[in-house]
T-cell receptor
Framework: NAGVTQTPKFRILKIGQSMTLQCTQD?????MYWYRQDPGMGLKLIYY???????DKGEVPNGYNVSRSTTEDFPLRLELAAPSQTSVYFC???????????FGQGTRLTVV | GQNIDQPTEMTATEGAIVQINCTYQ??????LFWYQQHAGEAPTFLSY????GLEEKGRFSSFLSRSKGYSYLLLKELQMKDSASYLC????????????FGTGTRLTVIP
């Protein structure tokens, strides 16, 4: 199993541009999450999903959108990128109880 | 809401034992998690406690007291590769069982 795979690993965006961060998992987990991590701050939950077709906002959803058309994939969309969205983004998945969530390797995004 | 506190930094000597504390306040406690994160890498799951007591996994152990809102991660026989940040997180069932993270404790192991 590859676990949780994120692409791209690094990206530089200009202010106002849009992009999609891809996330896929092969563990058949129902729960998937997007977190962002800023220096000196804890991981903050952006959006989460409890299954295909179901998504909901986390702590810091503004400026982002998600979709969950399949169990495996949970892309994060940034519209009109702003410097405040410069961060490291982590996707994670979980079976919903017990161990986990398990994290992907992260996407380091810089908005200039 | 959730409030999670852990020390910002700790230093310990190779071969020694170190205890990293975490206190929390949450309205719907449903488990406490510890993660290890090396610089520039993803968090790696270490342990999960939902009942009071000690869970041991090799050199790492995690303790939970729900009545005190307190947990610790115990690392034995420290190795240089244990230098990393250790993240405490609580699962809150009032928040769709999502995890809420503390800011992490950066552990430096010195020779």
């Amino acid at each position: 199993n590859a676990g949780v795979t994120q692409t791209p690993k690094f990206r530089i965006l200009k202010i106002g541009q849009s992009m999609t961060l891809q996330c896929t998992q092969d563990m058949n987990h129902n729960y998937m999450y997007w977190y962002r991590q800023d220096p000196g701050m804890g991981l903050k939950l952006i959006y989460y999903s409890v299954g295909a077709g179901i998504t909901d906002k986390g702590e810091v959803p503004n400026g982002y959108n998600v979709s969950r058309s399949t169990t495996e994939d949970f892309p994060l969309r940034l519209e009109l990128a702003a410097p405040s969205q410069t961060s490291v983004y982590f996707c994670a998945s979980s079976p919903g109880r017990g161990d986990g969530p398990f994290f992907g390797q992260g996407t380091r995004l810089t908005v200039v | 809401g959730q409030n999670i506190d852990q020390p910002t930094e700790m230093t310990a000597t190779e071969g020694a034992i170190v205890q990293i504390n975490c206190t929390y306040q949450t309205s719907g406690f449903n488990g406490l998690f510890w993660y290890q994160q090396h610089a520039g890498e993803a968090p790696t799951f270490l342990s999960y406690n939902v009942l009071d007591g000690l869970e041991e996994k090799g050199r790492f152990s995690s303790f939970l007291s729900r009545s005190k809102g307190y947990s610790y991660l115990l690392l034995k026989e420290l190795q240089m590769k244990d230098s990393a940040s250790y993240l405490c997180a609580v699962r809150d069932k009032t928040g769709a069982n999502n995890l809420f993270f503390g800011t992490g404790t950066r552990l430096t192991v010195i020779p």
